[in-house]
C-alpha cells in the first residue's frame, strides 16, 4: 500500500480533472475524490510508463473482450481515484469481485500496454470475470436484464428470473442461477439502472450527472463539444470545376478557452467516421498538415482529450471510433436531449462559420428568401481542398484571435496558452499529454475492411489494386479456421486518401502501407471514387438512332444471308435427285435398242470371236454417264 501511495504522491495532479476553483494548484493539493466520467487522474500514472508493446489492432477483439477490458479500465480509475489508503483499495477490489493484488496486476499491464485499453483484454477465454456460459444461455441473460429488469415497470430479480429460467426451458438450455443474474445486474452502471428504471432527471438528481461540471470546465482539453452542419456554400470538382455539392463540417470545440481543436471536411453525411477523423485532428500535432496546405500560421492545439460530447442522434453503439476513445481513455458521450448547456458553445460557433461562408463565392445563404435571385452554381470557384484551406486560415487567423465575450474578452489563443503558463509550469507540464504511438493513434480512427491476398494484390475501393512486397508470403493463404476459403486480412483507410491503404502484418504485428499499382494516378479521396465508378456519360440522341437502324440492318443482312443459303441447298438437293433418276431411265432405253449378244452356234460350244457380226456394239461411256 505504501509504494502505491509514493507513487501517487510522485506524480503531479491531472490538470484536466482535478483543477477546479476549490482545489489549490499546487502540486501538494490533496488527491479529490471525483465522479467516474470526470476522472481523469488515471492518466496521470502514465508519465513514466514504457513504450506500448505491439497488439492487435483494438477493432480484432472480440466485443465480450473488450467489454471485459473497459470494465478492468473503471476499477483502476476508481483505484487511483480513491484516497491512499489500504481500506479504499480494497473497498474498489470488493465492488468489483476481486482480490486487490488483481487490481495491482491490472494496474502493471495497463502502464506496460502505454495506457492502452486493449492491454487489459483477457488473453483467454475462462476466468473469474469471464463468462463461461453457453453462448445461447448468455443471450438470454442479457435479454432479461435489458428488456426485463431495465425497463419499466419495474421489476424484482426473482421475477426476471423467473422469465429467464421459462426462456431457457423453452429452447431446451441448462437455465442459469439466480446468483448469475445478479452478478449480470451488479456489473451495469448505476447511472445506467436509475435512468432505465426511473428516468435521466432521477439519475441527474441521484448521481449528480455532469451538468455542473460541465458548465465550469477549468482546464483545456478537459471538456469538447463536437458537432456538425453542412456549409452554406457549393464547391467545385478538383479537375473540371464542376459543382460536386455542399459539404458538411465537423468541429471539436475546447469549452474552457473556446479554441477550435481540430476539424473535418467532407462530402459524406455526418457518421462515427467524421466524428473520429475530427477527434485524431484535435489530438494531433497539426505542423506537418499546415505546411502540406501551405498555412503560414500556429496551432498550438494537441494533447488527448477528457470528456467530449457529440450531437445525440449518432449511434455510436459497437462503432471502432468508440472503441478509440476508449483505448485512449477519452470519455465520449451523445449530448442528452433537452439539455442545451451541453451543445450550446458549438452551435453558437457553427453559426458564426455559416455567416463567414455568406461571404463566399457561390454561397446558397441560409434560406432561398436569403438568397434571391442569387446563382450559387455559376458563381461557385472553391474546391473541397481550398475551402479547408480557407476554413483553417480564418479559425487560426481570425476566430484564434478575436476577443471573445464568453471568456471574458480574452481571446480564445490568450485563455489556452495563459492557463499553460500560469499553471502548467506548477504542474511540470507544457501542454495536454499525447499519445504514446502518434502513427499508432491516428490509424485506429480510421476505418478497415477485410480482404483476401491474390496474385494480383488486393482490391478495394471499387476496382483498385494495391501490392507490395510484404504481401508476396499471404498470396492466396487459406483460413486457418476454413481451409476452403481464403484467409482475410485486415486494411485500413484513410477515406481522404486512398491512394495508400494500410496492411496489419499479423507476424510484426504493425501497419504497413500498401500504394496502388497505378503510381501515375494523382490521390484521390473515397467520395472522388464513388464519384468515378457512378458517373454516366449524358446520351447522344443521334448516335441511339444510328445504333437503332445499324441493328435493324445487321438483322436485314443475317435474314437474308439465310434464306440464299437455304435456296441454294434447296435447288441442289433437287438437282441431285433428278440427275439420278434421268440415269436409271437412260440405261433402260439403252437396254431395249441394244439386244443382249447370243452366244453364236458354231457347233462347237464355244462363241467364234473372229465373228464380229455376232457381237452387239456397246453404247459410248458418254451415253451411259
Not at 291 to 300: F, H, N, P, S
Not at 422 to 447: C, M, S, V, W, Y
Amino acid at each position: 500500500m505504501s509504494r502505491l501511495r509514493e507513487h501517487l504522491q510522485s506524480i503531479p495532479v491531472d490538470p484536466r480533472d482535478l483543477l477546479r476553483p476549490d482545489i489549490t494548484s499546487s502540486p501538494s493539493a490533496p488527491l479529490m475524490r471525483v465522479t467516474r466520467r470526470e476522472s481523469r487522474s488515471i492518466r496521470d500514472i502514465l508519465a513514466a510508463a514504457t513504450p506500448a508493446a505491439p497488439e492487435p489492432p483494438i477493432s480484432a477483439l472480440k466485443e465480450r473482450a473488450w467489454e471485459e477490458a473497459v470494465l478492468r479500465g473503471q476499477a483502476i480509475r476508481d483505484m487511483v481515484a480513491a484516497p491512499a489508503r489500504k481500506d479504499a483499495v480494497e473497498e474498489v477490489a470488493a465492488r468489483y469481485r476481486v482480490d486487490v493484488s488483481t487490481l495491482y496486476r491490472w494496474l502493471s499491464r495497463f502502464q506496460e500496454g502505454g495506457g492502452r485499453l486493449s492491454a487489459l483484454a483477457p488473453k483467454k477465454c475462462g476466468g473469474k470475470s469471464y463468462s463461461r456460459l453457453d453462448p445461447r444461455v448468455e443471450d438470454l441473460v442479457t435479454k432479461a436484464v435489458d428488456e426485463y429488469f431495465l425497463e419499466q415497470p419495474r421489476r424484482q430479480v426473482t421475477s426476471v428470473w423467473d422469465d429467464l429460467d421459462d426462456a431457457c426451458q423453452a429452447a431446451g438450455l441448462e437455465p442459469p442461477s439466480i446468483n448469475t443474474l445478479w452478478n449480470r445486474i451488479k456489473r451495469l452502471d448505476d447511472h445506467l439502472i436509475l435512468e432505465r428504471r426511473y428516468s435521466a432527471r432521477v439519475a441527474r438528481e441521484k448521481l449528480g450527472d455532469l451538468p455542473s461540471s460541465f458548465k465550469g470546465a477549468s482546464a483545456p482539453h478537459a471538456l469538447v463539444q463536437i458537432d456538425h452542419t453542412k456549409a452554406d456554400v457549393l464547391l467545385l470538382d478538383e479537375e473540371l470545376r464542376l459543382p460536386i455539392g455542399r459539404p458538411w463540417i465537423t468541429v471539436v470545440e475546447d469549452i474552457y478557452s473556446r479554441m477550435i481543436l481540430g476539424f473535418y471536411v467532407s462530402l459524406d453525411p455526418p457518421s462515427a467516421l467524421s466524428v473520429g477523423l475530427a477527434i485524431a485532428h484535435a489530438v494531433l500535432p497539426k505542423e506537418s498538415w499546415l505546411a502540406e496546405r501551405g498555412i503560414d500560421l500556429a496551432w498550438a492545439c494537441q494533447g488527448l482529450l477528457g470528456c467530449a460530447y457529440v450531437d445525440s442522434g449518432l449511434d455510436l453503439n459497437g462503432s471502432l471510433m468508440k472503441r478509440g476513445c476508449q483505448e485512449y481513455g477519452i470519455d465520449l458521450q451523445n449530448r442528452p436531449l433537452g439539455q442545451p448547456d451541453f451543445g450550446g458553445h458549438v452551435e453558437r460557433l457553427i453559426g458564426t462559420l455559416m455567416r463567414k461562408t455568406h461571404e463566399l463565392p457561390g454561397t446558397t445563404y441560409s434560406n432561398v428568401a436569403e438568397k434571391g435571385d442569387y446563382d450559387s452554381t455559376a458563381q461557385a470557384c472553391m474546391t473541397l481542398q481550398e475551402f479547408e484551406i480557407w476554413i483553417a486560415q480564418y479559425i487560426l487567423g481570425v476566430y484564434h484571435n478575436r476577443p471573445h465575450r464568453g471568456i471574458g474578452r480574452q481571446s480564445p489563443r490568450q485563455r489556452y496558452e495563459s492557463w499553460f503558463q500560469e499553471h502548467g509550469k506548477n504542474l511540470g507540464i507544457t501542454g495536454a499529454p499525447l499519445p504514446h504511438d502518434q502513427h499508432r493513434f491516428r490509424l485506429d480512427f480510421l476505418p478497415f475492411e477485410e480482404r483476401t491476398i491474390q496474385r494480383s494484390g488486393v482490391e478495394m475501393h471499387h476496382g483498385i489494386s494495391y501490392f507490395a512486397d510484404v504481401l508476396r508470403p499471404f498470396i492466396k493463404e487459406k483460413d486457418p479456421e476454413n481451409p476452403k476459403k481464403g484467409r482475410k486480412f485486415r486494411f485500413a483507410y484513410d477515406p481522404r486518401d486512398i491512394s495508400i491503404i494500410y496492411f496489419w502484418h499479423p507476424v510484426s504485428e504493425e501497419y504497413v502501407p500498401i500504394p496502388w499499382k497505378d503510381s501515375s494516378k494523382r490521390p484521390l479521396s473515397l467520395w472522388e471514387r464513388r464519384r468515378e465508378t457512378q458517373e454516366r456519360p449524358s446520351e447522344d440522341p443521334l448516335a441511339k438512332a444510328t445504333i437503332r437502324k445499324s441493328r435493324t440492318a445487321m438483322r436485314n443482312t443475317q435474314e437474308g444471308a439465310k434464306a440464299a443459303t437455304q435456296k441454294i441447298r434447296r435447288d441442289f438437293a433437287r438437282a441431285k435427285q433428278h440427275s439420278t433418276k434421268n440415269i436409271h431411265r437412260q440405261i433402260e432405253q439403252d437396254t431395249s435398242r441394244f439386244p443382249l449378244p447370243t452366244r453364236p452356234n458354231t457347233g462347237l460350244g464355244e462363241p467364234n470371236l473372229q465373228d464380229e457380226a455376232a457381237w452387239i456394239p456397246v453404247a459410248p461411256y458418254s451415253v451411259i454417264e
